[in-house]
């Protein structure tokens, strides 16, 4: 489905990142993936290289401007063009009660919103007809835990920005968001890795069980697919139910301690 078509990948060297780069490259794209981590970045390009997978990787800070103009001149002077753009890159500063202060709130904002913002920019000449960008949302643009108010605070403004480009990119590029919720990304490490949860942790989900990293890759490579392209504008939430499930102390063997 996806031979030959290029995808473009932020923070795509660790956790949820790393699974979208590697299973495009499996599905026979040419990927191009940006990351700060520079190690972590070698690592899954040499990954992707020894399973016989075309790839670029480009070590950066998408928080910067330069950054980011760099980071699209080197795709499109490798590949000419692009059909997907996957901003899933992020950090987090915490919030109001760890003293996150303007430069770090701000930086936050960079990474979770600038940052698509710019590169949907930037590609927009070099999208293929059918063309998709994909948005890495979270339920905590819908609900929260105490001080993470940085990191909601993004994850809030690429929801609301995927339906603003949506409407000013019709007819050019499809612009929808997912929004994971509990996704454990160890097994994107290890091979063996064995998750311990409590039967606690798998109840609070309808599903009855955890969030794996391919149930993201799943999702965006259904929004990305042109078969599909009467979804646009949309946020699809990724949680197993778990956000749509009320519970009250002692319910599915949860225990509140305040």
Same mark, same amino acid.
């Given at each position: ?13 660790? +956790? @949820? ?5 590697? &299973?495009?490259?499996? $599905?026979?794209? !040419? /990927? ?43 795709v ?18 915490? +919030? @109001?009660l760890?003293?996150?202060?303007? &430069?770090?709130?701000? $930086?936050?904002? !960079? /990474? ?89 942790d ?15 890759v ?7 697919n ?33």
């Amino acid at each position: 489905m996806f031979k030959n078509k290029v995808a473009v990948i932020t923070g795509g060297a660790l +956790g @949820i990142g790393k699974c979208i780069t590697q &299973e495009f490259a499996k $599905e026979g794209a !040419r /990927v191009a993936f940006i990351d700060k981590n520079q190690a972590a970045g070698e690592e899954t390009r040499a990954e992707i290289l020894e399973n016989g997978g075309e790839v670029l990787f480009f070590a950066g800070d998408i928080a910067e401007e330069q950054t980011l103009i760099d980071f699209t001149k080197k795709v499109i002077e490798q590949y000419g063009h692009i059909d997907y753009l996957i901003n899933n890159a992020m950090i987090t500063k915490k +919030g @109001i009660l760890s003293g996150c202060g303007y &430069e770090e709130f701000n $930086e936050v904002l !960079r /990474v979770g919103i600038t940052a698509p913002y710019m590169l949907t920019k930037l590609f927009l000449p070099y999208f293929n007809v059918g063309g998709a960008v994909v948005n890495i949302s979270s339920t905590r643009a819908f609900q929260s835990q105490k001080d993470t108010e940085s990191y909601t605070a993004a994850k809030g403004g690429i929801t609301a920005l995927t339906h603003a480009l949506a409407i000013s990119l019709a007819g050019k590029v499809r612009v929808n968001s997912v929004s994971p919720g509990w996704i454990d990304t160890g097994s994107a490490y290890d091979k063996d890795y064995i998750p311990k949860y409590s039967e606690a942790d798998k109840k609070q989900h309808p599903s009855g069980r955890i969030g794996h990293p391919m149930d993201i890759v799943r999702t965006v490579f259904f929004l990305c697919n042109q078969d599909n392209s009467f979804i646009n504008g949309q946020n699809i939430v990724v949680d197993g139910g778990m956000s749509k499930l009320m519970i009250y102390t002692e319910d599915y063997g949860w225990h509140y301690e305040p």
